[in-house]
């Protein structure tokens, strides 16, 4: 049973004929009388009970689509497709210690009601040639690792999409990594919940802090994106990674809120480096008149540490807004401890873009804000060849606006 009382019943298991060809095991499938499974849970990992097949350290090519539990260890599908004449075979694929899904090369959608993919260890990876659709039912252990690779096999390029209202949970040492030329698009009311865990040691000489980090890494050429209009969340104790060209760079309006709206012990690292980028700046054609105008990023009542180094890029520009410690006018203060731009490290506000930021919130002992460690030397602030760097600093000390505020241009 799921923390959600939800339980899988598979009304199938599977008859495999296994033969040779070109290398690989082709597999056809039958379904059989009943058998009655405890399955995985929504949000949390739970393995099956027992598993209709188990491949160890084998390839399998697939014929239909599968049916029933399988456990995949150091083993590989290759053409996994979900449904055949329209109907969806119920699955539940354990991915464990380095083993591989390769998506056929068409569009492929995982049905939230019975398809399900779980993933134990290290080194897995799923590969989508065209489009994938995911809508509560990718689950990752803890200290699991998932790649999900694009791997362009025409002129289209390649999309994992998060269906609406769905979510996926990075559990304690995990990590979700997108790789590759493609897109990870996000649809109206994603959360991604970064499970790690803060773990508090006594010694003689005071507390000791160690945070165990969930990482979302966005990697070689992948790009995050968002539906138009969408407000997503990303929340929890973990690492956002933006590592050798990966983006986050929404192509029309919409909000990506980092931390939550009440819970004040999130704390989310944030890292963009080698010629990485977070993009906030539109196209005019792309810009949406309601209810969403802008593309934003909003850090809410979170513990961070922002750098961007090594060429790694914030640019905020045409109807582009960064949010730190508010929500325009609302005050949401977390204990931002570092925002800087080193080692070839840059900074760009643009024409018609904002960056908004408010003060950290009060340590108790002391009675003033947290410090927040601004900039760093070897900046680029402001600087290019297209004469547009004139876009919005904004300081808002929401304890007295009229003489602790300020609006302006940076000057480099």
Not at 99 to 128: F, H, R
Not at 279 to 288: F, Q, T
Not at 289 to 310: D, E, G, H, R, Y
Request: proline share 2%.
């Amino acid at each position: 049973m799921s923390k959600f009382g939800v339980r899988t019943i598979f009304l199938f298991f599977i008859l495999a004929n296994l033969c040779c060809k070109n290398g690989f095991a082709e597999i056809s499938f039958q379904d059989l009388e009943s058998t009655d499974l405890e399955s995985v849970t929504l949000r949390s990992i739970e393995l099956p009970i027992s598993y209709d097949n188990i491949y160890s350290n084998i390839q399998l090519a697939m014929a239909v689509p599968p049916t029933g539990s399988l456990l995949l260890i150091s083993s590989q599908i290759n053409n996994l497709f979900t449904e055949s004449n329209g109907v969806f075979a119920p699955f539940n694929i354990v991915l464990r210690d380095r083993s591989i899904i390769s998506m056929a090369n068409q569009d492929v959608i995982l049905d939230p009601n019975n398809q399900l993919i779980n993933v134990v260890g290290v080194g897995n990876v799923i590969e989508v040639q065209k489009t994938l659709t995911v809508n509560n039912n990718l689950f990752m252990g803890e200290n699991a690792e998932l790649t999900i690779r694009f791997v362009q096999s025409g002129s289209e390029i390649p999309m994992v999409i998060f269906a609406a209202g769905s979510s996926i949970d990075i559990e304690y040492k995990g990590i979700l990594r997108f790789e590759g030329t493609g897109i990870v698009k996000l649809a109206n009311g994603v959360v991604i919940n970064l499970n790690g865990k803060k773990e508090v040691s006594n010694k003689k000489h005071g507390e000791t802090v160690t945070v165990q980090r969930a990482q979302l890494i966005i990697h070689d050429g992948a790009t995050l994106d968002l539906d138009e209009n969408a407000v997503v969340n990303i929340k929890g104790i973990g690492k956002i990674s933006l590592q050798d060209r990966g983006f986050i760079k929404p192509s029309t309006a919409c909000a990506i809120i980092i931390g939550s709206e009440t819970n004040k012990n999130d704390d989310i690292d944030i890292e963009v480096t080698g010629s990485s980028e977070i993009s906030l700046d539109l196209l005019e054609s792309s810009i949406s008149k309601t209810p969403v105008s802008l593309a934003s990023i909003s850090l809410w009542n979170l513990t961070s540490n922002i750098n961007f180094q090594n060429g790694g890029v914030l640019s905020i520009g045409n109807n582009g807004v960064l949010e730190i410690n508010c929500d325009d006018s609302t005050l949401k203060s977390g204990n931002i401890q570092k925002f800087s731009f080193d080692g070839r490290g840059a900074l760009f506000v643009k024409d018609d873009g904002v960056l908004r930021m408010a003060p950290n919130k009060v340590e108790k002992s002391t009675g003033w804000d947290y410090k927040l460690d601004w900039f760093g030397f070897e900046t680029t602030i402001n600087r290019s060849n297209d004469n547009d760097q004139n876009g919005i600093i904004e300081f808002v000390n929401f304890a007295n606006k009229q003489t602790g505020s300020f609006t302006g241009i940076i000057n480099p």
